[in-house]
């Protein structure tokens, strides 16, 4: 399903190859159209200010700043756009992007992939403050207390002390929280085992993704951990050994 209306598009990378070969795959897509390009963050931002944009393509690192930068200079909750990251690097940006960001597209660009995550964008809400919040986090070096939790219908944020576990099924992740709710998003539990605090959380089976704030005791072997609620959360075999060394020698 394609957007009904015209998606205003700005693509932002200091390559003028890549945005050129990037404009050439939006302008395939029905609903889309480019209405400028550029590579740095002082023309960007006047780009946005000028012809608002429903959709920036943001490169992360540009000629003279980053777009976490931009960000911070025209809000996207304010000026009503939304984001697709472009990058060639997955660690530290990839962790914030995921926090909160539309999608994010790996250099160099697979014309499948950045057609779904186009699709996505007359699907999901507009940007809102929360996001914008929880990139100065990283931008800043801290660990973010939250983090945005994309469902099918909605953009949950939520604080990460109350999430008691996650557990996997088929590409999508189900969160488990103190407070009762469930919130599934549609990413793999290793893309948020890469984002969530490795000093807290911890991979005990390849399903299951614990915050060991919640737990109250551990069955080596029996294998499995119980939390405070009485929940039962297993343990693999060949995690046995590690999940002890962490629970001995982290908390």
Do not use: W
């Not at 012809?51 to 992360?60: F, G």
């Not at 983090?147 to 939520?158: D, M």
């Not at 029996?222 to 999940?243: A, C, H, N």
């Amino acid at each position: 399903m394609y957007p009904t209306e015209i998606i205003k598009t700005i693509i932002v990378d200091d390559q003028t190859i890549i945005q050129k070969d990037v404009e050439t795959l939006v302008q395939t897509q029905p609903g889309f159209i480019v209405i400028g390009t550029c590579g740095t963050v002082k023309d960007a931002q006047k780009l946005i200010e000028l012809s608002k944009p429903n959709l920036v393509l943001l490169d992360i690192n540009l000629e003279d700043g980053t777009a976490f930068d931009l960000l911070v200079m025209v809000p996207p909750e304010k000026y009503g756009y939304k984001v697709i990251f472009l990058t060639a690097h997955q660690e530290h940006a990839i962790k914030a992007i995921k926090l909160g960001a539309l999608d994010y597209l790996l250099k160099p660009l697979d014309a499948e992939e950045l057609q779904t995550a186009l699709q996505k964008v007359s699907k999901e809400p507009p940007a809102r403050e929360d996001q914008l919040r929880l990139v100065n986090q990283y931008r800043n070096g801290a660990i973010p207390s939250r983090i945005a939790l994309r469902s099918q219908q909605f953009l949950q944020v939520v604080e990460i002390g109350i999430i008691k576990y996650c557990q996997s099924d088929s590409g999508y992740t189900t969160f488990y929280l103190s407070d009762g709710r469930k919130i599934v998003t549609s990413y793999y539990i290793k893309e948020y085992e890469e984002i969530l605090p490795e000093s807290q959380f911890l991979r005990t089976h390849q399903s299951f993704l614990v915050n060991t704030v919640h737990i109250d005791r551990y069955y080596r072997e029996d294998g499995y951990i119980l939390l405070k609620d009485g929940t039962k959360i297993i343990v693999s075999d060949r995690r046995k050994e590690f999940v002890t060394k962490f629970l001995t020698t982290r908390l």
